[in-house]
C-alpha cells in the first residue's frame, strides 16, 4: 500500500471540505436558478418519506417505550412515577426523536444516494448528463437535498409522536399510570425551546444527510469497489456530523434562549 | 517572392481558419496527477468532415472528446467548439453549447432507469418547451433511423450490448446537432455488430453530413467509412468505387505519447513512411 505524505493528506482534506462546501452552497443556489425539478422532488420525498416512514415509526415507538421503562424505575424510587410523561415528552422531541430519526434516514438514503450516484458516475452517465446539457446539481442533488430536509422535518414530528404514544403504552399497562394523567404531563412540559429544537435539528440533520450522501456518490471513483466505498464513507460522515452538529446546535439555541 | 505575412495577416487567417472549422485545438496539454496524456497538441475539425482518432489504449483518445465537450478542462494551449473558447467558459455556458453537440460514449452511457424512449428523449425533455406529440415524433424518427423502434418501451438493461449503441447513437442525433462525437462505438462488439454500427455512422455522415470525431482502436472501421459510401436508394452501405472518393470528407489523426504523429487522409495514411504507422496499420 502506497504511503500517503502528511501534506498531501491535509491537502486532500482541504480538497474535500472545499469541494462538499461548493456542492452543498450550489445545491441551495440552484433553488433560485430555472429549470426547477418538481417531479423530481416529489418523486424523491417518496422513496425518502414514505420508504422511510415503516423504520421511523418501530424506532420512534421503542425508543419511547424504553425511555419511559429506565425512567420509571429511577423515578419510582423517589416515589414521582407521574412525571413519567414530562421524561419522555422531553427527552423524544428535544433530542432522541431529531437524533434517531436523522440516523435512520442518513443509514437508509445517505447510503442510497451514495450509490445511486456513484453508480452513475463509473459508467459514465453524470458526464452523459452533463453532455446532453443539463446540470447534474440541479438535476440530482438539489432535489434530494430539498426532498429530504422536508420529509425528516415531517418524520421527526412522527416519530416524537410515536414515541409518546410507546412511553404512554408502557406507562399505562405496566406502571399503572392513568393515560389521561400521562399525556397532560407530556404535553404541558413542552414550551416553546423544546418544540424550536426539536423541529430545527431536522432541517439541518436533512441537509447534512443528503449533502454528504450526493457529494459522496459524485466524488466516487475506481469502479463498483469505490461505489461501495462511497455508500460506507457516506453513512459513516453523516452519522458522526449528524452527531456532532446535534451538540452545536443544542448549545446554541441553550445560548440563545437559555437554560430551561 | 511573396514577403512573409505580418502579425495582423497571421491572426486574421487564424480567425478565418477557426471559423470554417468547428473545433480546433491549439497547443493543448493535459496531465492526469502526474501522467502526461497529451503534451501540445494541436489539429483541426473542418465543417462536414468526418476525422477518425487512432491510438493504443491509454494515448489521449477520449480525453481529446472530452476536452472538447468541456467535461475536462486542459492544463494548458486553447479549444475552439462552434467558434467559442470552451477553455474560458463557465460550466452553466458550456450546457449552452453541447446542446449543439451529440456523443456517443464507449459503453453508450445510457440512463439506466430510464426507458428506451425517456432516454433518447432526454435532451428534449430538459428543453421543457416541446410538447410531448413532437417528443414522440422524433423519438420515433431517432429510433427509426437506428432500427430500433420496437425498444422504445424497453429498459436498457433488457437491450444488447450493439442495441445499446444504437440507442445511444439515436439519443445523440435526436436534435440533429452541428457536431457529432463517437468515443469507441464498437468497442467490445462482435464484428457482425460492429459493422451495424459503422453502417449507421455513415449512413448519419452522407445523409445529414454532421461534423463528427470518431474515436477507434478499430483501423478496419476508420478504413470501411472512407471507402464506402451509403445508398439511399437501397438503404445500405457500398464499397465507393476504385480511385473514387467519398461526398464528405474523412481524415485520420493518430496519436502516440501525447503527440500526434499523423494528421491527413486515407491514401496519405497507407503510404505513410513513419515505422510506427507502417506498423500500427499492418
Known amino acids: 500500500m502506497e504511503l500517503t505524505s502528511p501534506t498531501d493528506f491535509a491537502k486532500d482534506i482541504v480538497q474535500s471540505v472545499q469541494d462538499y462546501s461548493l456542492l452543498a452552497g450550489r445545491s441551495l443556489a440552484n433553488l433560485f436558478r430555472h429549470p426547477r425539478y418538481f417531479a423530481d422532488m416529489i418523486q424523491q420525498a417518496d422513496l425518502i418519506g414514505v420508504g422511510s416512514l415503516p423504520i421511523v415509526v418501530l424506532t420512534g415507538t421503542f425508543t419511547g417505550a424504553v425511555l419511559a421503562?429506565?425512567?420509571?424505575?429511577?423515578?419510582?424510587?423517589?416515589?414521582?412515577?407521574?412525571?413519567?410523561?414530562?421524561?419522555?415528552?422531553?427527552?423524544?422531541?428535544?433530542e432522541l426523536g431529531p437524533v434517531l430519526t436523522g440516523l435512520m434516514v442518513a443509514g437508509r438514503n445517505s447510503s442510497g444516494m451514495a450509490s445511486e450516484i456513484g453508480s452513475m458516475v463509473v459508467t459514465e452517465q453524470i458526464d452523459a448528463m452533463r453532455a446532453l446539457g443539463t446540470d447534474p446539481t440541479k438535476k440530482l442533488v438539489t432535489p434530494r437535498v430539498i426532498s429530504t430536509v422536508f420529509m425528516l422535518f415531517f418524520l421527526t414530528i412522527i416519530s416524537d409522536f410515536v414515541g409518546l404514544v410507546g412511553g404512554g403504552i408502557v406507562a399505562t399497562l405496566m406502571f399503572?399510570?392513568?393515560?389521561?394523567?400521562?399525556?397532560?404531563?407530556?404535553w404541558q412540559v413542552l414550551v416553546f425551546q423544546d418544540v424550536f429544537t426539536g423541529l430545527m435539528k431536522p432541517?439541518?440533520?436533512?441537509?447534512?444527510?443528503?449533502?454528504?450522501?450526493?457529494?459522496?456518490?459524485?466524488?466516487?471513483?475506481g469502479g463498483t469497489q469505490g461505489v461501495?466505498?462511497?455508500?460506507?464513507?457516506?453513512?459513516?460522515?453523516?452519522?458522526?456530523?449528524?452527531?456532532?452538529?446535534d451538540f452545536f446546535a443544542t448549545r446554541l439555541i441553550l445560548s440563545v434562549f437559555g437554560y430551561r | 517572392m511573396a514577403a512573409p505575412p505580418t502579425a495582423v495577416e497571421s491572426s486574421l487567417r487564424t480567425a478565418e481558419q477557426r471559423q470554417s472549422a468547428v473545433i480546433?485545438?491549439?497547443?493543448?496539454?493535459?496531465?492526469?496527477?502526474?501522467?502526461?496524456v497529451l503534451n501540445g497538441i494541436s489539429f483541426q475539425l473542418n465543417r462536414g468532415e468526418t476525422k477518425a482518432i487512432f491510438g493504443i489504449a491509454g494515448a489521449g483518445k477520449s480525453t481529446i472528446l472530452k476536452l472538447a465537450m468541456g467535461l475536462v478542462k486542459p492544463d494548458s494551449g486553447r479549444i475552439y467548439v462552434l467558434?467559442?473558447?470552451?477553455?474560458?467558459?463557465?460550466e452553466e455556458a458550456l450546457f449552452e453549447l453541447r446542446r449543439n453537440i451529440g456523443i456517443v460514449f464507449q459503453e453508450s452511457a445510457l440512463f439506466d432507469s430510464l426507458t428506451v424512449r425517456e432516454n433518447v428523449a432526454f435532451r428534449l425533455m430538459e428543453e421543457h418547451d416541446v410538447s410531448d406529440e413532437e417528443i414522440e415524433r422524433r423519438v420515433r424518427e431517432a429510433l427509426s433511423f437506428v432500427e430500433l423502434e420496437h425498444t422504445v418501451d424497453m429498459f436498457p438493461?433488457?437491450?444488447?450490448?450493439?442495441?445499446?449503441?444504437?440507442?445511444?447513437?439515436?439519443?445523440?442525433?435526436?436534435?440533429?446537432?452541428?457536431?457529432?462525437?463517437?468515443?469507441?462505438?464498437?468497442?467490445?462488439?462482435?464484428?457482425?455488430?460492429?459493422?451495424?454500427?459503422?453502417?449507421?455512422?455513415?449512413?448519419?455522415?452522407?445523409?445529414?453530413?454532421?461534423?463528427?470525431?470518431?474515436?477507434?482502436?478499430?483501423?478496419?472501421?476508420?478504413?470501411?467509412?472512407?471507402?464506402?459510401?451509403?445508398?439511399?436508394?437501397?438503404?445500405?452501405?457500398?464499397?465507393?468505387?476504385?480511385?473514387?472518393?467519398?461526398?464528405?470528407?474523412?481524415?485520420?489523426?493518430?496519436?502516440?505519447?501525447?503527440?500526434?504523429?499523423?494528421?491527413?487522409?486515407?491514401?496519405?495514411?497507407?503510404?505513410?513512411?513513419?515505422?510506427?504507422?507502417?506498423?500500427?496499420?499492418?
Open chain 1, 176 to 186: 399503572r399510570i392513568d393515560a389521561h394523567q400521562y399525556w397532560s404531563s407530556a
Open chain 1, 69 to 94: 421503562l429506565n425512567s420509571a424505575h429511577t423515578l419510582e424510587r423517589f416515589g414521582s412515577l407521574s412525571l413519567i410523561g414530562q421524561l419522555v415528552s422531553v427527552g423524544m422531541v428535544t
Open chain 2, 83 to 90: 467558434g467559442e473558447d470552451v477553455t474560458t467558459m463557465s
Open chain 1, 228 to 245: 461501495g466505498r462511497a455508500t460506507t464513507q457516506a453513512v459513516v460522515a453523516s452519522s458522526v456530523l449528524i452527531i456532532a452538529v
Open chain 2, 157 to 282: 438493461s433488457e437491450l444488447s450490448g450493439g442495441m445499446r449503441r444504437r440507442v445511444a447513437i439515436a439519443r445523440a442525433i435526436i436534435t440533429h446537432p452541428e457536431i457529432l462525437l463517437y468515443d469507441s462505438p464498437t468497442g467490445g462488439l462482435d464484428p457482425v455488430t460492429s459493422t451495424t454500427i459503422i453502417q449507421l455512422i455513415v449512413k448519419q455522415r452522407d445523409v445529414f453530413k454532421t461534423s463528427s470525431l470518431l474515436v477507434t482502436h478499430r483501423l478496419q472501421d476508420a478504413f470501411i467509412m472512407a471507402s464506402h459510401y451509403f445508398d439511399r436508394n437501397t438503404n445500405e452501405m457500398r464499397p465507393l468505387p476504385r480511385g473514387a472518393r467519398g461526398e464528405v470528407p474523412m481524415t485520420f489523426l493518430v496519436l502516440r505519447e501525447g503527440k500526434i504523429i499523423f494528421d491527413g487522409d486515407a491514401h496519405e495514411l497507407a503510404h505513410s513512411k513513419d515505422e510506427y504507422i507502417r506498423e500500427y496499420i499492418s
Open chain 2, 24 to 36: 480546433v485545438f491549439e497547443d493543448v496539454s493535459i496531465a492526469f496527477e502526474s501522467n502526461s
Open chain 1, 203 to 221: 432541517v439541518l440533520f436533512g441537509f447534512i444527510i443528503a449533502t454528504v450522501g450526493c457529494y459522496y456518490g459524485i466524488s466516487a471513483r
